[in-house]
């Protein structure tokens, strides 16, 4: 931000927060205008604040800032969508927290993004209304790599360039894509992936969301392409994400006779 400009609006999501101090919250945001930064909300902390209720994590809400000394200081806050459906049980939770980690987890403060924000917004916005969330979620994922620059390769082998065949193939993250049979056998860390499960990824890839959502993989597919696409996110981070873990143990808990 110009240094003349002391004061800005822009829209936001909130990806995480913390308390400070008696009643104040330091809030980790990611703004169409700034990108990911973090933004002092004084006071909300209290009980009757009236910006508390606009700055819960994954709220997509219209911010003014004051630029201070070391942070922005939130001086206004307005909820543009609280994405209530996603806060009615915790598998939701779960999905829209999956959705706000890997934004943080993948951006650094203050590199701007808007196309970023904006996938964010609207994947949760389709995770709102669509009654798939597998693929909302594989779709964001693709779209965030494409993004990243860390788009896999899933045209040619990543090793010798052949041409993929209708077979089943591998998965490198360490070589960023598809290997054929012949690569992918003596490649360290590279996993199976059926043929079907590559062409979905291709689909995604290459389809826009509308178009993409006429495919029908099946529970038993999309565990595949989920497996898949957290070993390659995973090794793109080098750490571990936390909210497939909190899934994985929410389901198993609903699963469990009582």
Not at 66 to 83: F, P, S, V, W
Request: proline share 5%; glycine share 6%; hydrophobic share 35%.
């Amino acid at each position: 931000m110009p240094n003349r400009e002391r004061s800005i609006r822009t829209e936001a999501l909130v990806l995480r927060h913390s308390d400070w101090g008696e009643a104040d919250r330091l809030l980790t945001l990611y703004t169409d205008r700034l990108g990911k930064v973090r933004a002092l909300g004084k006071g909300i902390r209290k009980p009757k604040s009236r910006k508390a209720g606009h700055l819960e994590p994954f709220t997509h809400t219209n911010l003014q800032l004051a630029k201070g000394r070391d942070l922005y200081i939130i001086t206004q806050a307005e909820t543009l969508n609280a994405y209530l459906p996603l806060r009615s049980n915790l598998i939701n939770v779960g999905l829209a927290s999956y959705i706000i980690e890997l934004l943080d987890r993948f951006t650094y403060e203050e590199e701007e993004n808007s196309a970023m924000f904006r996938l964010a917004v609207r994947t949760l916005t389709r995770l709102d209304a669509d009654p798939d969330p597998s693929l909302v979620l594989r779709y964001y994922e693709m779209r965030l790599l494409d993004l990243l620059g860390f788009r896999p390769e899933l045209q040619t082998c990543a090793i010798c360039h052949a041409e993929i065949q209708a077979e089943d193939q591998y998965f490198s993250a360490e070589q960023g894509g598809i290997l054929c049979p012949r690569c992918g056998r003596n490649q360290p860390g590279a996993r199976p992936i059926s043929m079907r499960a590559l062409k979905y990824l291709r689909h995604f890839q290459r389809s826009s969301y509308e178009a993409a959502k006429v495919a029908d993989p099946g529970p038993v597919l999309h565990n595949e392409l989920e497996i898949l696409m957290h070993h390659y996110l995973t090794y793109l981070l080098e750490r571990n994400l936390n909210t497939p873990a909190f899934l994985r143990s929410v389901r198993r808990e609903l699963q469990s006779p009582e």
